[in-house]
């Protein structure tokens, strides 16, 4: 009998407690649930306001089978649809709602679910970022990304882009996609016609008009970059690097400032990646770079050799372009630095004499070697005629004798042109 008080009594008294609870806390539940999914529903509603502003009433859309969206939510008052679409960013998937108007326009974008790196892809979040979408149509024309923070603001766009494709199915109409950035015509800016050839080594390769042509190959860069790297090099009919221009890849910020202009400028002109000099602190990406200019460039003779004349005497040496009674040539020696060439371009005039000369000496000493550019020094070169030469420059003996190296070189490449 004790045992039943002290063991049996207790446990069914707390089994009738946890009963009494349970019931309870199912009927408070039942009580409280549609106001908690009201107020749910309302705080959603308010974020697709946001994006939406004349917005009301919206009803979620099945976005089954609407490829990288998370959800759709059309207004009932006729103002136009709210989505949810995702691409894959730096940190992983990126979300971005975006009100599409009754007119296919853009009202307004938001970002949703992120990892991106604080203070650079998040910047994606930002107003100064967010307020150029607005009032744009499917094409985003004008839509820049944000520098430092490629990677993210691509993905942005992207997510936005399958939003647009969502739109158009849903509202059942048509949408245009975004024309591609086009990286030929950024190396050959001032070209049109670009027709694709094949050209075995490249990715894929293209004649761009009479001025040359473009390969893109692939190459590895940082070591934790989740993608490698397009290189377009474009490749003058002299045989020389006319541009370089990286299309998609996955380096990230600081290694991606290598990606920009002002390093990618420092190939023009040259017929080989080498005497580049590596950019610190990415030194992985500035050598995926050469690896990739110096793979194109050894590609470079064949398609060089389709564009000589097949008539009509003997082509001019390479890097020999005649003009009206100029004659003008670019030719390399090699200089005191080590990792470099000094390139020099000559004029020169019906009579034999040079009418112009400019000097790329960036590879030598600074102050020193690097004096062969100033005019101080080329202008001493007009007027004289082969096997003649200015002083050498003090300090700079080496140099000055690349640059009379080079000039040799095109006088032989003049008199080859008159068939002496």
């Known amino acids: 009998m004790n045992a039943v008080k002290e063991f049996v009594v207790p446990a069914a008294v707390l089994t009738v407690i946890c009963l009494v609870v349970s019931a309870v806390l199912a009927g408070t539940y039942q009580v409280t649930k549609p106001v908690i999914e009201a107020a749910k529903r309302a705080e959603a509603d308010a974020s697709r306001v946001v994006v939406l502003p004349d ?37 992983g998937d990126l979300q971005v709602m975006a009100g599409i108007d009754k007119d296919g326009k853009i009202a307004g974008v938001k970002l949703m679910d992120n990892n991106e790196t604080q203070g650079i892809g998040s910047k994606t979040g930002e107003d100064s970022y967010t307020s150029q979408y607005k009032g744009k149509d499917s094409t985003l024309d004008g839509v820049t990304t944000i520098s430092g923070a490629t990677i993210s603001s691509k993905a942005f766009q ?39 050839i094949t050209v075995d080594g490249a990715k894929a390769a293209y004649k761009a008009g009479d ?41 990230t910020p600081p290694v991606s400032d ?66 009206g009674d100029l004659f003008t040539t670019t030719t390399t020696a090699k200089g005191y ?38 005019a101080a020094y080329t202008d001493t070169w007009k007027g004289l005629g082969e096997g003649e030469a200015p002083a050498a420059i003090s300090g700079a003996t080496v140099t000055s004798n690349a640059v009379q190296e080079a000039v040799a070189k095109a006088f032989a490449a003049y008199n080859a042109s008159k068939g002496a």
Do not use: C
């Open 55 to 91: 917005g009301k009433d919206f009803e979620e859309v099945s976005a089954s089978g609407l490829e990288n969206i998370v959800d759709a939510y059309k207004a009932g008052n006729g103002a136009g649809y709210v989505i949810t679409g995702k691409a894959k960013g730096y940190g």
């Open 158 to 196: 992207s997510a936005v882009t399958s939003i647009f494709q969502a739109y158009g199915s849903l509202a059942g109409v048509e949408v245009a996609a975004p024309e591609a950035e086009d990286y030929k015509a950024t190396v050959f800016p001032d070209v049109t016609d670009f027709s694709e």
């Open 211 to 251: 001025a040359g042509y473009v390969l893109v190959m692939e190459s590895k860069g940082w070591e934790h970059a989740t993608s490698p790297m397009e290189v377009f090099v474009g490749i003058g009919n002299d045989g020389k690097i006319a541009g370089v221009v990286v299309g998609e890849n996955s380096e």
């Open 258 to 323: 290598v990606l920009k202009p002002e390093y990618l400028s420092k190939f023009i002109g040259k017929d080989s990646p080498d005497g580049i000099d590596n950019v610190s602190g990415a030194s992985q990406t500035s050598v995926g770079i050469k690896k990739a200019v110096r793979a194109a460039m050894e590609l470079a003779p064949g398609l060089i050799g389709d564009a000589a004349p097949s008539e009509g005497g003997d082509a001019p040496a390479e890097g020999d372009v005649p003009a």
């Open 337 to 374: 630095g080590q990792s470099g060439e000094v390139s020099v371009t000559v004029s020169i005039d019906a009579e034999g004499k040079i009418a112009s000369i400019s000097v790329d000496a960036s590879s030598e000493t600074t102050g020193l070697g690097t004096q062969a550019q100033d």
